[in-house]
């Protein structure tokens, strides 16, 4: 992608933050990026077209922050619980980042939940690579992979909405690591007790 359109999806996302989706023109973000309706047309035919742009950068950034997650050296159940709350926090500040443009977010969930598609894939890719090692490393129990990343991923997307609109999230923040804990008490081993004779 060209620096030229990445600047022109820069400045329409603030934009969009600033004023909503709805009160900004095309005129406006060629002003603001002092480019040019000739240049802002050259990549975008109208304002929907470079919104769909914003939300992929956009959703393009969690992904980003998964995988380094997924790349970390650390255990699998490390992974895990690392991977769940970026999830949330990735999902939770892109929306907030984006003032005005949150509501837009909500209105048009279902355009955002079909830019989705494809990173929701490549999440249950990386979550099944973990879970996948976890089995291997004898942490995780024996289990359908491809089944038990899909029920993960749907899990913690199912707790975007409520954390992003604040509904849990003073009570996710303090107890995180509990909620983290509920997701592992189906997946991970228990500890043999040894007893001694």
């Avoid at 992979?145 to 009570?171: C, D, H, M, T």
């Amino acid at each position: 992608m060209s620096n030229t359109k990445k600047m022109l999806i820069e400045v329409a996302r603030q934009l969009f933050a600033e004023n909503g989706k709805k009160d900004v023109t095309m005129n406006d973000i060629a002003e603001a990026s002092k480019k040019g309706r000739r240049t802002l047309y050259t990549y975008f035919n109208n304002k929907e077209e470079i919104y769909r742009a914003v939300i992929d950068k956009e959703l393009d950034t969690i992904i980003e922050r998964l995988t380094v997650v997924s790349n970390q050296k650390a255990e699998p159940d490390v992974k895990l619980t690392n991977h769940i709350l970026v999830h949330l926090d990735a999902v939770k500040d892109v929306v907030n980042r984006n003032g005005s443009l949150r509501a837009d977010f909500f209105h048009d969930i279902y355009e955002v939940e079909r830019k989705r598609r494809k990173i929701d894939v490549m999440e249950i890719t990386l979550l099944r690579t973990i879970i996948s090692e976890g089995i291997e490393k004898n942490i995780f129990k024996r289990m359908d992979v491809e089944l038990s990343s899909i029920i993960i991923f749907y899990a913690i997307k199912g707790l975007e909405v409520p954390y992003i609109r604040q509904n849990i999230s003073a009570e996710f923040e303090k107890n995180k690591n509990s909620i983290v804990e509920f997701v592992f008490q189906g997946i991970k081993k228990k500890e043999q007790t040894k007893f001694i004779k």
